[in-house]
């Protein structure tokens, strides 16, 4: 039986607190701080273990160094790479605010790789018109993130390590704070708050093949949608065309910003013919289809295409791209400088996520949301290579300064008491529980379907067949077993109610995706709706929870400049 104590109760109040300590979490803990708040942060890692650590190949700004560009330029190419389902006026924001905010990392300390004449180099990326991602090698997620905490350290900001934030607490109207679950010590754990950033980062984990940690388990965004919050465009997932064969880790668009080329089996560098200007460097949901069209008509090699980096040479390879030769290294045993890399499309980045507006606000309250969590909308139906790392710290920033805005004129809300009442005899039930089903098995059947049944190309047959299949997974679940009754690092536990949020999540997903009927941007039903539909689908889907079941709804999108146009590549 259940050894543990939940307790639940409120350990400390803070103005503003952040559930999330990836670039995200900190960029808006930092700037909550500096506009005067006091700031604590929730995080089920240690912050520099968190999945922005792992980003690679670049962040966008339109500095303009190697070639001309233009923060203009980088709004069109977000707006047509978004398939016109970006909200305008948040990609404008975004553009003309990224160069800033390099500069100011820049002076934090990220050391970026420099061109030749000692200006921060950019290297071309997927869809951008000018060589645009700033990069430091091939770790830029991993400087990015050490700089950050840095800062964090610097103005000594509070870390509830090892927290696993559960539930959002509301009072009426608003969200008043966060109960989690401490992972070192056992027990529940109230945190009040006048204000919640949520930035949990993203779900990769609904996926069989992903490049996404096993961290990325959509909880933030069910924490949301439980609270009464929409989710926006969920039915947008993005599949990377480069995961390595066969344990799907990220070979970075990098190469192919440094003149990779991708080959089928008969060596032929197939991206002439789906896009011909722009081969290979065409939006990553044009050539993740490429790609599996080609694997499709069996001209792939054991499931994958080839990445040719071999033409660069030595130097290059090993100067500007380290991190993923020793990948392929130790991996497969390829050295890149002699072999392709057997690759294939991968679950990568969720465009959908918190509804928010460009502050980060949420319709609830005191609950802002920032980075992968969150859905401004930046990325609309398609996310640019690089764009993810900067909306992380430009909207991570904004959602900070706008959350310790909103807490500096409020008083404090006590977190009501019959909230840690209810979550602890929710965990009481879980736990005491001494028959069910183990979450592994339910949490693999759920991966795979997903995978199969809603990933790149989606059929109504299938996606029908998903719903059921979540359906049942979801029952299934009711009865889902915890066999470790202790409190210290009960994984067992963690893995239980992030299975929880994976599996709301995926309900959510399917409900916009089968009623999407068009093909836009990562969403594409080649059979019975292969075109874009702007007359009817020019829109935003947004699902809540009701009753314990997805509700879809539908939003406008904003359009500022730029009118819908055929999108080539
Ligand atoms: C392999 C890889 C390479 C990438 N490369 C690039 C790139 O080169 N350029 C680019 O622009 N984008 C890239 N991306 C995308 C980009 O890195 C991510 O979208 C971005 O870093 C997400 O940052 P985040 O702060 O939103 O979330 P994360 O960095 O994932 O942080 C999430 C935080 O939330 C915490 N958390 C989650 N759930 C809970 C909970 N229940 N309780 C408490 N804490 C919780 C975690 O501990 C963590 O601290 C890449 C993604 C991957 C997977």
Redesign the pocket.
């Known amino acids: 039986m259940r050894r543990v104590g939940l307790n639940g109760r409120v350990i400390a109040e803070h103005d503003v607190l952040v559930?999330?300590?990836?670039?995200?979490?900190m960029r808006a803990a930092i700037a909550a701080h500096d506009a005067g708040a006091d700031v604590a942060l929730?995080?089920?890692?240690h912050?520099t273990r968190?999945?922005?650590g792992?980003?690679?190949?670049?962040?966008n700004a339109a500095l303009g160094n190697n070639a001309a560009d233009s923060p203009e330029s980088h709004a069109f190419d977000t707006v047509k790479g978004s398939d016109y389902l970006g909200d305008q006026d948040a990609i404008e924001i975004f553009a003309d605010e990224a160069p800033g905010d390099i500069y100011e990392l820049e002076r934090w300390g990220c050391i970026f790789s420099r061109d030749e004449n000692g200006r921060i180099a950019q290297r071309p990326f997927g869809a951008a018109s000018s060589p645009r991602a700033i990069y430091s090698a091939d770790i830029?997620?991993h400087v990015l993130l050490q700089v950050c905490y840095e800062q964090l350290m610097k103005r000594a900001l509070r870390v509830y390590e090892e927290?696993?934030?559960w539930k959002l607490v509301s009072d009426g109207d608003r969200c008043v704070g966060v109960i989690?679950w401490d992972l070192l010590r056992g027990g529940l754990k109230s945190i009040g708050a006048k204000t919640v950033i949520l930035?949990?980062?993203?779900a990769?984990r609904l996926y069989a093949g992903t490049?996404?940690a096993y961290?990325?388990t959509g909880?933030?965004a069910v924490m949301a949608l439980h609270a009464g919050v929409p989710l926006k465009d969920l039915e947008f997932m993005q599949f990377h065309p480069t995961t390595l064969f066969p344990s799907g880790i990220?070979i970075?668009e990098g190469c192919r910003g440094e003149g990779g080329t991708l080959l089928n089996a008969e060596g032929e560098r197939f991206m002439e013919r789906y896009a011909p200007q722009k081969l290979e460097l065409a939006s990553r949901d044009v050539v993740s289809r490429s790609e599996q069209t080609e694997i499709d008509a069996g001209r792939g090699v054991n499931g994958s295409v080839l990445l040719d980096l071999r033409h660069l040479g030595r130097e290059r390879i090993v100067s500007r791209l380290p991190g993923t030769r020793e990948v392929t290294l130790t991996f497969l045993g390829i050295d890149p400088i002699n072999e392709p890399i057997p690759v294939r499309p991968g679950a990568?980045?969720h465009m959908g996520g918190v509804d928010t507006d460009v502050d980060g606000r949420t319709v609830l309250g005191g609950l802002y949301a920032a980075?992968?969590?969150a859905c401004v909308s930046v990325h609309g139906a398609n996310r640019l290579?690089?764009?993810?790392?900067?909306e992380?710290i430009t909207f991570g920033r904004r959602a900070g300064a706008a959350a310790a805005e909103e807490a500096l004129g409020q008083p404090a809300r006590p977190v009501p008491e019959g909230a840690e009442r209810d979550a602890e005899r929710e965990l009481g039930e879980l736990l005491d529980r001494t028959a069910g089903e183990r979450p592994w098995s339910i949490r693999d059947e759920l991966a795979r379907s997903m995978h199969e049944n809603f990933g790149l190309f989606r059929r109504e047959e299938q996606m029908q067949s998903q719903i059921e299949i979540v359906a049942g997974l979801r029952e299934r679940y009711r009865s889902v077993l915890v066999e470790d009754k202790g409190s210290v690092f009960n994984t067992d536990l963690t893995q239980a109610l992030e299975l929880g949020s994976l599996l709301d999540l995926a309900a959510c997903m399917l409900e916009p995706g089968l009623a999407r009927e068009e093909s836009r941007g990562a969403h594409s039903r080649p059979d019975d709706f292969p075109e874009r539909d702007d007359e009817n689908f020019l829109r935003h889907s947004l699902v809540t929870w009701e009753n314990g079941e997805p509700e879809l709804g539908w939003k406008p999108v904003t359009v500022t400049k730029w009118q819908p146009a055929a999108r080539t590549y």
């Open positions: 559930v999330g300590a990836g670039l995200a979490g929730v995080s089920k890692l912050p968190s999945h922005s792992a980003a690679e190949g670049g962040i830029t997620g927290f696993y934030a989690s930035a949990t980062g993203g990769g490049t996404n961290a990325c909880d933030g990220l970075t990568h980045y980075g992968e969590v290579g690089g764009n993810s790392l900067m992380t």
